[in-house]
C-alpha cells in the first residue's frame, strides 16, 4: 500500500485518492488528509468538511457499500474533538440526504471513550 500511495502522487487537504485494500479486509482505502487546526479562522471547517464530501464521492463513484471514518484531523493535526465530532456528522447527514448512491453503511470510528462520547452528543443534537 505504502507503494501505491508513493504513486498518488499526493493529496492535498481537504481531497480524496483511492487504494486497493491490499492485505486489509476492503477492497479499497480512501485516503484522505485533514487540516491543521490553526485556531478555526483558516478555513479548517470547511477544508474539514470536504475530507468526508470528497470521500463519499469517491466511495459512491467506485460502487462501495460501506464506510468507515476516524475523526479526521483530531489527533496530532490538533483539531478540537467535539467540533470535529459535530462537523462531521453534519457534513454527513447533509451529504448522504441528497444522495442518490445505496451505500448501506456509514461507520463513524472512535478510538477512545471521548471520541465516542463526542460523536454520540453529535449524533443525539
Same mark, same amino acid.
Given at each position: 500500500m505504502l507503494e501505491a500511495c508513493r504513486r498518488l502522487g499526493g493529496c492535498p487537504t481537504g481531497e480524496a485518492r483511492l487504494t486497493e485494500g491490499y492485505l486489509l479486509p476492503a477492497?479499497? #482505502?480512501?485516503?484522505?488528509?485533514?487540516? #491543521?487546526w490553526q485556531g478555526g479562522d483558516c478555513g479548517?471547517?470547511?477544508?474539514?468538511?470536504?475530507?468526508? =464530501?470528497?470521500?463519499?464521492?469517491?466511495?459512491?463513484r467506485q460502487g462501495v457499500a460501506s464506510i468507515a471514518f476516524p475523526a479526521i484531523s483530531c489527533g496530532v493535526y490538533g483539531y478540537p474533538l467535539e467540533a470535529a465530532c459535530a462537523l462531521a456528522v453534519t457534513t454527513l447527514r447533509h451529504w448522504l440526504s441528497g444522495c442518490?448512491?445505496?451505500?448501506?453503511? #456509514?461507520?463513524? #470510528?472512535?478510538?477512545?471513550?471521548?471520541?465516542? =462520547?463526542?460523536?454520540? =452528543?453529535?449524533?443525539?443534537?
Open positions: 477492497r479499497y #482505502v480512501i485516503h484522505t488528509v485533514g487540516p #491543521v479548517e471547517p470547511a477544508l474539514l468538511a470536504a475530507c468526508y =464530501r470528497n470521500s463519499l464521492a469517491l466511495a459512491a442518490d448512491h445505496p451505500l448501506l453503511e #456509514v461507520r463513524l #470510528v472512535a478510538f477512545d471513550a471521548l471520541a465516542l =462520547r463526542a460523536y454520540q =452528543r453529535a449524533l443525539e443534537a
